[in-house]
């Protein structure tokens, strides 16, 4: 007889090695270890084991390997036997490649390299006797159908001669009552009812009854019977006896003597008494209970593995779909810092370079003195101003991502606030040719707000409209109370905005297009304001048509609530 063998699969010689000499000390007593350094070899050598008959329990494959890999190969091995158990060992597996030998090669076991020596003899132990022992089970399976089989002829064989020769009897009764199963006869007639000819004293180890208690009561075995068995099972073979079906073989539950419940099967051969009109019916009984104990082991411990080999290509799909979404959002962060750069060098650089050219230009005149107009001062001003405002804008987003937004609650007349705000930009109003009109009535009802930080979105709204359009726009400003909430919008007639932008303009770094002045942090700013405040910041806009943004504010009454400060992470 062949011992089995344990195949080994490697491509680096030394872990072969000494996996073979390990696997050789903890099982080499009763099984064969093979090596293979390849894919293709151990394909090989399975087919070769499989022409001589040799038994492969177990094989154990790494998974990086020149042409098929571990996943590959463990599938391979399984296509062809589907009964030798798998191994994945490797260092560098990645989850991808387990799920796939989990699902296509039904892995028994993942070891990571390198690996610790009690636990590889453990799970290779372990697996060599999960291998014998479904061996065994399905070998005493047999044994049970073949010895079923073969009771059931011998019984309708001794049932034959019985006819031909009375005399066997005495010789047939020896061999049924040494029998460890219980030999029943009995008739059956057309209309159902049922009364024994004979009961072997095998009945006493089956039923725990002896066979002359189960004779005077006639009803005693059928009243022991599951009652969901005696509806699903014993009636409907009553009819199939009926109408000449044999053999017949079934399963149902007993309540022993004892008061034990046991599982019995019942192999059954009838035949016709045409004399009589009925039938005698030959049932040959088992105690199947242990059968039924390691059956119900088994399946539990099936749906114990298919629950984790489930939970685990579970794990490793939602594993995968957090990685990708954390790499889509690392491309997306470096997109951003990408153009944050590039509108950052662009907005300092421009005005740097401009002063430097007017400076150097200044020294290279002769003399220790030399002139320069206003018009280039401004200019030079005005560059250094629009530095100072990029490098406030930065500052501030920075601290109130950190540091949360400090606000300093005060009574705000909006019809005041607005109408000084216009005063300041009217030099940038000018220039654009623009018109800008405060529709927000003197009486509108004084709330409390951060007056400077809601001058500074107004400032932005308002700035924004004259930057990103043509000259001669119409700007108007507005503002509601609805309940207690302050609506207040800013909107022109201008180019208006692609809707796919509208979403995108509030996030940080985020400009119309390439040419747009700033950096992208005004209406984020906007934003943190608004959310410090408790509300909420938009736009409606569609191209041709202009853009109207709007936002909310809580109204409070500042005579419920008096002048203070208080910082808020935004």
Known sequence: MHK?????????????????????????HHCLIETAASGQEALDLMERLQKTGDEVVLVLADYLMPGLKGDELLKQIHLRSPKTLTILLSGQADLGGVSNAIRDAKLYRYISKPWQLQDLSLIVSEAIASYEKDQQLEAQRFRLQSVNQELAQLVHKLEQAKEAQQQSEAKLKDVVNSAIASITSFRVSDVGTWDYDYRSAGCERVFGYTPQELLDDKDLWQSRIHPDDLERIIFPTYYKISQGITPITIEYRFLRKDGSLCWISSAITSRRDKAASDWIVTSVETDISDRKVVEAALTELYQQIQRLNANLEQQVEERTAQL??????LEELSQLKDNFLHAVSHDLRTPLMGSLLVLKDLLSHSGDSVAISRTVITRMIEGSDRQLRLLNTLLDAHYNEIQGMELHLEPIPLNTLITQIILD???LITASQATVTCLVAPTFPVFSADPVQIRRVFENLITNALNHNLRGITITVQAILEGTTIRCSVQDNGEGIEAEDCHFLFERYT????RSPGIGLGLYLCRQIISAHGGEIGVISAPGEGSTFWFTLPYTDPSDLAPRSSKINS
């Not at 344990?6 to 099982?27: G, H, M, T």
């Not at 990708?324 to 959002?329: F, I, P, R, S, V």
């Not at 400009?511 to 390439?514: G, I, L």
């Open 4 to 28: 089995p063998v344990i195949i080994c699969v490697d491509d680096e010689p030394l872990p072969l090695e000494s996996l073979r000499i390990v696997l050789k000390e903890v099982v080499g």
């Open 324 to 329: 990708q979404q954390k790499m889509q959002e």
């Open 425 to 427: 930009l009217t030099p």
């Open 511 to 514: 400009r119309r297009n390439a």
